[in-house]
DNA sequence: TGCGTTTGTCAAGTCTTCTAACATTCTTTT
DNA sequence: AAAAGAATGTTAGAAGACTTGACAAACGCA
């Protein structure tokens, strides 16, 4: 069926067929043909020669060998062109700081992390990124010129088009700092800027758990909880940016005080910061378990009580099912109101697993409508750590190949 | 800025910009001019006038008298012909059941409402439409023949492209029947069909309190809760139709049974339904309130409430106080989701007005995130009871107007 | 080797849009 | 009242994108 409904102010983009090709060809795994293209375009195999033919021109795709088919000429190959140029991928996250390089078909060719504190302010931390970015790009022989573009997610709500945050819970010091601005003047190359967790459902949708799913929620739990939502393909950031901002939700009004001042956030009883809150109330109060014997009580962190879980600690394991618990619970209430086919759980707490997500499965069922939850497929984010760092070079790729597909007459650099 | 990222599988239309030029036309109150249209969708004024002549030419927009300007040659205004046709809108809710009339303009000819019981099943209510259809047919001197197409809503998940509701909680009968291909094969007439709360959003959207809002929250509050979301223009009904299906989150896990079996539904804390059993109770309990003065109390409405209330009667105060402040914990949670720049209270519950307004509006601030809460506007509807029976006149005419734009070469029809 | 099948390319024609000039119709200035 | 200024709408010619229909290319299969 057609669509017959337009929006408000149709956006007009020059050559749009022109980038919808190379869009699908970036994330087609295993490249498709010129044919396949024109038929899920709905265009003459004569109008995607042509298409296809300055795309080459261009460098920015290439041709691979023939796949062998049941019957007739077999189909020629087109992928994106690796070789064609790099790009960095930065996960701004609120304790570590991920840096990553990457070729054009988005193959990491070297990666740093490092810990990190956000709320040192904006000039620190980009000093720091810059000097992190710099040490990589050293290691490996390169020189900035060589990138093409940069992405970088932060743990706030963004603007993309003004590319800053705007009141953003946990970022002390960077309310309306001109984050792109300034890192677009001091390398002199694009960047493209969005929250960490929009970005890690880009990366998922894009090579992970969800892969092209046209509706995809992603719940990043780390030291905070937030979300990122995938509508009808596109990053969807509501009105000021702060869509799925869910850490703050109030969950539970008699439960614990929560930084942002609030009791009972979501945040406050299933990050992982509230989770190594509960592992020293556990050690304090004397309950025989296997935390106690893992170092200082102030040093332990969502990880240990993952490990003492794993080793069949009870303790642990109810203080992680408490935290899948809430977290199902907000989530239940997600997929109600916005019913997607994937629920992608990522970010360090998520790298526990099932232990974890299980309670999360069980609460979305029992809180869910039937329809939606019977349809709802929550996995843990295949990307693992670096889904929001692969969703940053999504973006910084957006920026590199559409940029050189604009050019007319073929580019160089071969 | 422009936008580098398409989905996966790109819907090419023809004549893409006459139809985005049409909806132009239609969504600008007071009509536009060619130059403004070149202006808005960045074409050229040459190339606006061959596409608004050929939609002149089908007749499906007119010119109408210039506009005085401040200065140089007045504008030529154009907008849709309303006497080019004519168009139904029907708003089948749980109780209720309305037929509009309208003109290509959207103004309403004339409209019937009757009480109406939706559990019946598909077939009888389906007699029953077309029952009232052929009586609002009769009384204005028309035929079937003159209607161009129709649109729908209903209280259930709706699959847009199937034309039919999927595991609706409040329609027994209806899981699976093929309304859509039933009335087109019926009246020999295209028809769409969504979801009532959707069709409520698109309403206010097109002629409401949302006009031209990007991103829109509709709830209705009528014997049951529902919502409708308005993302980037769009409705927006999630991977298996049941997005925005907010009327059996759990509030209050130690609430009154709901009629779906669970405990503490929004819609029974907040619905019509549970606001005429509050009041009931209230009488019951001997308190002394106004109800008791209304008639027998197993024939309490929410419509008495609301007229206690309004007459200063405190027990009716509170139990819609009480009703506002849970929707309220709803919408905070959407508004902390979806963070859209409009939320638009509609239904018959709606119409109380403030008394329901303020402690949602109250409810929202304090628990939504400040940048979120800080921008969101919750309204009444405009529209007031015709929200969705509008947006189904909006479906209706978007068939219409883009079926015959579609045609090549002047069509009669004057 | 020939046939069926699918892919990719070419040439001619159609359709859309752009540029650049011009006509139109108003207000403001002289 | 006439001229200048300003914005709108139209026309003609050219550029580009896409389609159709034909054809060449490259495989499996008989």
Known sequence: MSQFFWPAPFQNVKNINKHAVLDLIRFTPGGVSRAELALRMDLSRAAMTAIVNDLLENNVIRETESR????????IILEI???RGFV????????????????????????????????????????????????????????????????????????????????????????????????ESKWNIPVSLNNDAELGALGEW??????????????????????????????????TGSAGEIGHLTIDENGPLCDCGSTGCLEAVSGGKAIA???????????????????PPEELTARDV???????????????????TYLGIAIAGMVNIFNPRVVV??????????????????????????????????NTAVLRRRSSTMGAVVQALSIALHQIAEKKGGDSLP
């Open 68 to 75: 062998n088919k049941q019957s007739g000429r077999p189909p």
């Open 81 to 83: 062109n690796p070789a």
């Open 88 to 183: 960095i991928g930065i996960d701004m996250g609120a304790t570590h700081l991920t840096i990553a390089l990457t070729d054009f078909s988005a193959r990491v060719v070297d990666e740093i992390e490092i810990p990190f504190d956000i709320t040192q302010g904006p000039r620190p931390c980009l000093a720091q990124a810059e000097a992190l970015l710099t040490e990589l790009l050293e290691k490996n022989d390169m020189k900035l010129s060589q990138i093409m573009s940069i992405g970088m997610g932060v743990p706030g709500p963004i603007v993309s088009k003004e590319g800053m945050v705007v009141s953003p819970p946990i970022m002390p010091g960077w309310d309306g700092y001109p984050i792109r601005k300034d890192m």
């Open 206 to 239: 894009a090579y992970g758990a969800g892969r092209g799913e046209e509706h995809l929620a992603y719940i990043k739990v780390g030291s905070g909880v937030g979300a990122g939502l995938l509508l009808n393909g596109q990053i969807y950031q509501g009105s």
């Open 277 to 295: 809150r509960q592992a020293r109330e556990a050690v304090a109060s004397g309950h025989r378990t296997l935390l106690s014997s893992m170092g």
């Open 306 to 324: 993952a490990a003492a879980a794993r080793r069949g600690d009870l303790a642990s394991q109810q203080i992680i099912a408490k935290a899948g």
């Open 345 to 378: 759980v990522g970010g360090g707490v998520a790298q526990i697993g099932d232990l974890l997500l299980q309670p999360i499965r069980d609460t979305v069922q029992r809180r869910s409508l039937v329809g939606a939850a019977k349809t709802v497929k929550i």
